[in-house]
């Protein structure tokens, strides 16, 4: 089953903060993040495992709450690089894996 | 370069005619998978293979057949395209889907007319 995304859109300013999040309906085991800029393929950015661990990558950092069964991607002082459209992926324990619809997130100088 | 290369990037097609987009990885991934991508509904997967000779049914596999007779290539197969498999089709591939991350290829661009 697909997971839920939140927001659909946000639109920033350069310099501002973002939160994205996915959450699950079932039981996670991991957590992927992409970001797809368009007319391009999704890049990996991080995946989180059980245990609720935290990562980082430059200014962008994630959460694992596998309890919640949900994620969260945070985008701190945004740069225009980091438009375009992000997407969660979970593994629910050997099922299928399965991406979330995706966040469309815009930044503006 | 570790990549995942898919041909063709674009194909305009008939309704029926038979095509195959191929896909390739260099990076000795065990874990290939394809996608299609449309607005609206995110990346929703087709078909995956966990090794050689082993496939398997993703979400949307209807229309649809793969192959995986060498663990570089894995071939993605419309026998008999239509109209409701216009798409965008990722492939993908990872050492272990649970513990890393996938490499995907460019996209293949398909509009069945």
């Known amino acids: 089953q697909q997971p839920v995304q939140s927001p659909q859109a946000v639109i920033l300013r350069e310099g501002e903060d973002a939160v994205i999040n996915c959450s699950s309906s079932?039981?996670?085991?991991?957590v992927h993040w992409y970001r797809q800029k368009h007319g391009e393929a999704p890049v990996f950015l991080m995946i989180?495992?059980?245990?609720?661990e935290q990562k980082g990558h430059e200014k962008i950092s994630a959460s694992f709450n596998e309890k919640k069964q949900q994620s969260s991607l945070y985008l701190t002082a945004s740069q225009l690089s980091y438009s375009g459209t992000y997407f969660c992926?979970?593994?629910?324990?050997?099922?299928?894996?399965?991406f979330g619809p995706g966040t469309r997130l815009s930044v503006l100088p | 370069e570790a990549q995942v290369t898919q041909n063709p990037r674009y194909l305009i097609t008939v309704t029926g005619k038979k095509l195959t987009v191929t896909c390739s990885q260099n990076?000795?991934?065990?874990?290939m998978s394809w996608y299609r991508q449309d607005p609206g509904l995110g990346l929703r997967q087709i078909y995956y293979?966990?090794?050689?000779?082993?496939?398997d049914k993703g979400d949307v596999p209807e229309g649809y057949k793969v192959s995986r007779k060498e663990k570089r290539n894995f071939p993605l197969i419309l026998e008999s395209p239509s109209p409701n498999q216009t798409s965008l089709y990722f492939c993908?591939?990872?050492?272990?889907?649970?513990?890393?991350?996938?490499?995907f290829g460019s996209g293949t661009r398909l509009t069945v007319v």
């Open positions: 990076m000795n991934h065990e874990y």
């Open positions: 993908a591939s990872s050492f272990e889907p649970s513990g890393d991350g996938y490499t």
């Open positions: 992926g979970t593994d629910n324990y050997g099922q299928n894996f399965v």
């Open positions: 079932k039981a996670l085991y991991s």
């Open positions: 989180l495992l059980k245990g609720g």
């Open positions: 293979s966990m090794n050689v000779e082993v496939t």
